[in-house]
C-alpha cells in the first residue's frame, strides 16, 4: 500500500481495540489482550435460509478477539454460548468437493495406519452427518460412535457399514461410560469456549492406556492472523489455534504428542495424542514446543495487515460494476467477507456445488445461493473464490460452463 495515502475508513463494526481481555479459557493465564472487534455480526455463518428477508434478520452478536501472553491462544471473550444453537440445521459439508473428498481419504488413510483400530470402538465428538465416521471405521474395520447436537448428526448412509451409532447430544462427562478406543474430533473444537474442559474430559474418558488415542482438526489461526484474513473470523468460532498454543493445552491435559501439523493448503492443524506415557515405535515422539514468538508477532501485525486487506478488497469491489461479482463458496468464508466488509450491491449471487445449500439465501447480506450452471446467463465479470484450494477445480468446473470470467481467491 502507499504509504502516503490516507487510511481508509474502517468498515462499520470493525475495530481494533488494545487492553486486557478474559483469563485464557486454555490455559487459565490473566495476561491476555484484545486485538481484534467486530459489532453485529451473524451469530452462526454457516446456516442457509429460505428466504432473502429471514437471512437479512438473522441475530447478530459482538466479538472481541483476545491473545493470551503465555499459551498464544486467541479466542473471543465476547462469546456467549447460550446464542448459538447447534439443534438447527448446520450446514456445513464440504463432502461435494473431489479436493476435499480427496483430502478426506488420505486423512483417513494416514490415521489408520497410524491407529490401527480393527475391532475397536471410536467416537468422534462434533460428527455432524457422520461421513469422516462412516469412513473411518469401514477403511479400518472399527466400530464407530457418533456424538453431535445437530438435527443432521447420523445422516449418513451407514447401511453397509458395521456397527455405527449417533447419540444426538453435546458431549461431556456422561458420555464416559461408553468403552471407547480413539476419540475423533474435527472442526469442533473451534466451536467450544471451555476448551480445556473438554480436552481434560477426553483424557479422564481415555484413561492412562498410551494405546489409545485422540484425533483432531482445528484451522490455523497463525495462518488467518498473518494473511489479514478477516473471513476467517466467526461468531461461532470462539476458539482459535496455532500449533503452539495446541500442543501447550494437550500437554496440559496429559496427552503425549505423536503428530502436529498443518495440512489442507496450511489451513488446518492436525493433532495426533496418546493419553499419558510416550508411545515407544512411533516416529517423532518427542514433540518439541513450539515457540510463541511467531503467533505473538503475528496477532501485534493483524491490525495492520486486516487493514491492508479490507482496503484492497473493498477497492477491488468498488472496481465492480454493480451486481456484476459472484463468489463461490458459501460456506463461512462467503458470510463473514460479505458481513465484515459490506458494499453487498456489487455481489450479485453466491455459488455452491452443495445442493442443499442452492436455492437459499446467506446469513447477513442475504445474498441467493445457486449452482455452478445458474452462473449462464447471469452478469458475472468477476469470480472471487473464498478459498484458494479450490481453485483448479473452480477453473475446470467454468470451462465446462463455458464461462471465462476474471477469476481471483481470498488467500
Ligand atoms: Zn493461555
Not at 493465564?29 to 446456516?47: D, K, W
Not at 448446520?90 to 489408520?112: C, D, K, M, N
Not at 453435546?170 to 474442559?197: D, F, K, M, W
Request: glycine residues 8%; contains cysteine; charged residues 20%.
Amino acid at each position: 500500500m502507499d504509504p502516503h495515502q490516507a487510511p481508509q475508513p474502517l468498515p462499520p463494526g470493525v475495530r481494533f481495540p488494545s487492553g486486557p481481555g478474559a483469563p485464557c479459557p486454555a490455559c487459565g493465564a490473566t495476561q491476555t489482550e484484545r486485538f481484534y472487534a467486530l459489532t453485529g455480526i451473524p451469530i452462526q455463518s454457516c446456516v442457509m435460509l429460505q428466504d432473502p428477508e429471514s437471512a437479512k434478520s438473522f441475530p447478530t452478536g459482538d466479538l472481541s478477539l483476545a491473545i493470551c501472553h503465555a499459551c498464544a491462544f486467541v479466542f473471543n471473550d465476547s462469546f456467549d454460548p447460550a446464542r448459538v444453537d447447534y439443534r438447527e440445521d448446520y450446514e456445513e459439508t464440504q463432502g461435494f468437493s473431489g479436493t476435499f473428498r480427496a483430502f478426506l481419504r488420505a486423512t483417513i488413510e494416514q490415521l489408520v495406519r497410524e491407529v490401527p483400530s480393527r475391532g475397536q470402538t471410536v467416537l468422534e465428538i462434533g460428527c455432524g452427518r457422520g461421513d469422516f465416521l462412516e469412513q473411518f471405521c469401514t477403511a479400518a474395520d472399527a466400530h464407530g460412535i457418533g456424538v453431535d447436537p445437530s438435527r443432521s448428526a447420523g445422516r449418513v448412509d451407514h447401511s453397509a457399514g458395521r456397527g455405527l451409532r449417533f447419540l444426538h447430544a453435546q458431549y461431556g462427562n456422561e458420555h464416559h461410560e461408553l468403552s471407547v478406543h480413539g476419540v475423533v474430533c474435527r472442526h469442533t473444537l473451534e466451536h467450544i469456549a471451555p476448551v480445556a474442559e473438554l480436552v481434560r474430559s477426553i483424557a479422564a474418558h481415555l484413561g492412562p492406556h498410551p494405546d489409545r488415542w485422540t484425533f483432531f482438526e482445528v484451522p490455523d489461526v497463525e495462518r488467518i492472523l498473518r494473511a489479514g484474513a478477516f473471513w476467517d473470523v466467526y461468531y461461532e468460532h470462539c476458539s482459535y489455534f496455532s500449533q503452539a498454543s495446541l500442543a501447550r493445552l494437550f500437554e496440559a491435559c496429559g496427552f503425549d504428542l505423536r503428530r502436529l501439523e498443518l495440512v489442507y493448503g496450511e489451513q488446518y492443524l492436525h493433532l495426533l495424542a496418546h493419553p499419558e506415557s510416550p508411545v515407544l515405535d512411533a516416529p517423532g515422539t518427542v514433540w518439541p514446543t513450539e515457540s510463541l514468538e511467531p503467533v505473538l508477532s503475528a496477532a501485534r501485525t493483524f491490525a495492520q495487515r486486516c487493514r491492508q486487506s479490507l482496503a484492497q478488497w473493498h477497492a477491488w469491489l468498488q472496481a465492480s460494476a454493480p451486481g456484476s461479482v459472484a463468489l463461490w463458496g458459501s460456506g463461512s468464508k462467503a458470510t463473514a467477507f460479505l458481513t465484515t466488509l459490506g458494499s453487498w450491491d456489487r455481489v450479485d449471487c453466491v455459488v455452491d456445488i452443495n445442493t442443499d445449500k442452492q436455492g437459499r439465501f446467506c446469513a447477513g447480506s442475504g445474498h441467493p445461493i445457486v449452482a455452478p450452471a445458474d452462473l449462464v446467463g447471469r452478469p458475472i465479470e468477476r469470480l472471487l473464490i473464498m478459498n484458494p484450494i479450490y481453485v483448479d477445480e473452480i477453473r475446470r468446473d467454468l470451462a465446462e460452463l463455458g464461462l471465462h470470467p476474471e477469476v481471483r481467491a481470498l488467500e
